[in-house]
């Protein structure tokens, strides 16, 4: 009798620090492979939670594959936003809000085993996707046409200054490392989309100094490409060209230490470290 006393005191104990509620979630829960493919070529495979016949999507984990920052705000509401896309879900409600719109999530978000869930087929939808096939005998979801919202291209940094451009305006920002000053370069490019183009920037040196900046910015679906190059000397711009749909590489700098720039009309013969005009040639 008195061991049948401690046994049902520890039963009652553990009645108490585990509830049933948290139990049965655990138990109806389980993972399933999410595949995802995204717009840029991306295609990624994850472990995904389902839960009471509904398959989630780690809120914070997409949102990162999707380029987008994460915060949370007042409310008990946690934002996953850039320039071109807010998402912000609240918890304890299945209301969400994507891009200033009020949308049903069905459910409402879950937390398990320190990640943040929501359900797939809403947070597909927000991130311009779609669920587009479940394997019935794996459980496996398939999600396409996911989209990347980089908002910043870093191109990294040379000399103590750091070389970026945001999408939302297109041009060159050129920070002091030091001071924090910014420089800013009016480029004109229009249309920066990380799920189309790939763009990336080169950084030269001259063999007497001047410092090459090469901007390309590619069309993967029709391989032209426009190109950027600014020269720099002493960190002053000194010349500038932009050359759009070109449908092969140019070499900037020549074996014999000229550099050649080229834009929509011209090509420009320029002397290495005054940076003068040498020659110019229609194109």
Excluded: C
């Amino acid at each position: 009798m008195k061991h049948w006393k401690h046994a049902a005191a520890a039963i009652f104990l553990i009645s108490v620090l585990l509830p049933m509620g948290a139990q049965e979630s655990h138990a109806a829960s389980k993972y399933v492979v999410l595949e995802l493919q995204w717009e840029d070529g991306r295609t990624s495979r994850i472990k995904t939670l389902k839960k009471d016949g509904v398959t989630y999507g780690s809120f914070y984990s997409l949102g990162n594959m999707a380029r987008l920052h994460s915060g949370m705000e007042q409310d008990n509401t946690v934002v996953l936003k850039s320039d071109q896309k807010r998402i912000a879900i609240r918890m304890g409600s299945s209301i969400a809000e994507v891009d200033g719109r009020k949308v049903d999530m069905g459910r409402e978000p879950v937390r398990y085993m320190s990640h943040l869930y929501v359900p797939i087929r809403f947070l597909a939808a927000a991130l311009d996707g779609e669920v587009t096939n479940r394997d019935a005998k794996t459980g496996k979801v398939t999600v396409t046409g996911l989209n990347n919202y980089t908002d910043i291209f870093y191109g990294g940094g040379k000399m103590g200054y750091s070389y970026t451009i945001r999408a939302a305006k297109g041009d060159l920002e050129i920070t002091n490392a030091y001071t924090n000053q910014k420089t800013t370069i009016p480029l004109g490019m229009k249309d920066i989309n990380a799920n189309t183009h790939n763009l990336t920037q080169n950084f030269n040196w001259t063999p007497k100094g001047l410092l090459i900046v090469t901007i390309e910015y590619t069309n993967r679906e029709t391989k032209e490409y426009d190109l950027y190059t600014l020269i720099f000397k002493n960190q002053g711009l000194i010349r500038k060209s932009i050359a759009h749909g070109l449908l092969e590489r140019h070499e900037t700098l020549k074996p014999d230490g000229t550099i050649q720039l080229i834009d929509d009309h011209n090509i420009r013969m320029i002397e290495d470290e005054s940076g003068n005009v040498l020659n110019v040639f229609a194109r």
